[in-house]
């Protein structure tokens, strides 16, 4: 079974090289490895060349992080696509963990990243993505609009998934293609969760997802994400007769808290104008019973935040959101009893 390894690359010259060379790096055989470089304007396409003999280099104009994936799709030729975000790495075991797991009714297959520094050096405590294996990702989709999934370079996905959903709509999905592809892919096949940790993370300053401060922009391009998110997942069930529940944007936790933060850090310019504070704090609350978060010490804060937020000042809401969304901001004593990134 032949295995691709897409990679999209836009400007990260300076982590580019050793992404690219734990994609070769791979003890799995067939594999090819496709890097996509959208319009970099830095020294990417110089350091692309020294890999023309190995790789498959396809150089475009910038579009964004949707059309690189469309492009890298139909560059590659495997049955089994990894991608893999230019500023991360994979371990050499990757691949080949993933094709051993592998079956014909897979659509995708997701695992753990570590998460490492600007120069590569382990976070300790910090993890992306680890799943709990029993989780039903197609029941937790269809009940909460959304799908527990690492970032790209946490996934693989199967050719057949690929070509339902691809290409997708370049312009809305300009950033976090992958939630498009993590959305849709439980609508056409099993997603397994790997217990393993197969690559690495890179959190540095140029990070969309990895804030070190809360701002309105930020919290409302969440929202926007959500909105996109929801949108496509209604049309895309709505063509293989998949029925999506109409208040699917009020029955996600996690969405939940963006939207009364938001809501809360800057209320003249929330997007969403029917929203109600009382409203959200208690489809909050009632959100921490279903599938996520899995532990009840999380579930227990979690109702707690919600409540604090419908009272506090908001001078204080806005401190309870910087708690809640910049885990690292924590004291040590709430991150000792909920974990790091919990």
Known sequence: MLVSIVIDNYNYGRYLGACVESALAQTYEPLEVVVVDDGSTDDSREILARYASRTTVVLKENSGQGSALNAGFEASHGEV?????????????????????????????QYG????????????????????????????????????????????????????????????????????????????????????????????????????????????????????????????????????????????????????????????RHPIGSDRTWTLALRGVRATAGPMPRKALTRLLMAAWFLAMAVVPRRLARHLVRLRLLPRSRPRPLQWLIGGAG
Do not use: C
Request: charged residues 30%; negative net charge; proline residues 10%.
């Open 81 to 109: 696509i990894l991608f893999l975000d230019a500023d991360d790495r994979l371990d050499p075991e990757t691949a080949a963990t993933v094709a051993r797991h592998w079956q014909p009714d897979v659509a995708k297959v």
């Open 113 to 268: 990243l570590r998460m490492i520094d600007e120069e590569g050096n382990r976070l300790p405590g910090l993890v992306d993505g680890t799943i709990d294996p029993a989780l039903e990702p197609r029941e937790w989709l269809l009940r909460t609009g959304s799908s527990p999934s690492p970032s790209l370079s946490g996934t693989a996905y199967g050719r057949p998934a690929l070509e339902a959903m691809l290409p997708m709509p370049p312009d809305p999905w300009r950033i976090s293609a992958d939630a498009y592809l993590s959305t849709l892919a439980p609508i056409l096949g099993r997603v397994i969760a790997l217990p393993d940790i197969l690559g690495a993370y890179r959190i540095h300053p140029d990070n969309r997802w990895v804030p070190k401060e809360i701002t309105g922009e930020r919290l409302r391009s969440h929202l926007e994400l959500d909105v996109k998110r929801f949108e496509t997942l209604e049309r895309f069930g709505a063509d293989r007769g998949v029925a999506v529940p109409r208040d699917i944007d009020l029955r996600d936790a996690r969405h939940l808290q963006w939207r009364l933060a938001s809501l809360r850090w800057d209320p003249e």
